[in-house]
């Protein structure tokens, strides 16, 4: 896939990731941390699964430890840090991609899944694991929304496209 729509890709999950963590914002606290029937068990918890598996191949592809013994956070963060950990990551993953020549992102790393497993993949294909991985859970978040029901702007990524066409 070319750089570009690696780009593309990158912008297009920087906004979705705003947009939920907007609704998200939006609720009660109560609501945000409330157990319900969802992956991950609440809102907190599924939007802190999508960062730390974003923090995680960060430092894969920076080659170095990422610290998590899970594919969570502690429970002692709250939505307002989770928010800015995710802006900054998404930030980083924007810049780290436009900065990526075709020959670096074909490059192969070699990594440890949190559960022991080695793992090999190219910069590219972790990018693309990174986005959909996002994409994913965002569809779990959205989808419980609309059943409180909490009106959830679209996250499609043809809904980016028409409206960044110029981004």
Not at 89 to 97: G, R, S, T
Request: charged residues 20%; glycine residues 8%; hydrophobic residues 45%.
């Amino acid at each position: 896939m070319p750089i570009s729509n690696q780009i593309m890709l990158a912008r297009y999950t920087q906004w979705a990731n705003e947009v939920i963590h907007g609704v998200i914002a939006r609720l009660p606290e109560e609501e945000v941390v409330a157990t319900r029937a969802m992956t991950f068990g609440s809102y907190l918890r599924a939007l802190g699964h999508g960062y730390a598996v974003g923090a995680i191949f960060r430092a894969h592809l920076e080659q170095r430890d990422h610290g998590f013994t899970e594919r969570l956070l502690p429970d002692t963060t709250t939505l307002p840090e989770l928010r800015t950990m995710q802006r900054d990551l998404d930030a980083w993953y924007l810049a780290w991609i436009g900065g990526l020549s075709e020959a670096q992102a074909e490059e192969v790393v070699h990594f440890q899944y949190i559960g022991g497993a080695e793992g090999v993949m190219s910069r590219a294909q972790i990018f693309l694991h990174v986005v959909n991985h996002y994409t994913f859970h965002r569809g779990f978040i959205v989808e419980t929304l609309r059943r409180m029901p909490v009106e959830v702007p679209p996250t499609d990524i043809t809904v980016y496209l028409c409206d960044h066409a110029s981004d």
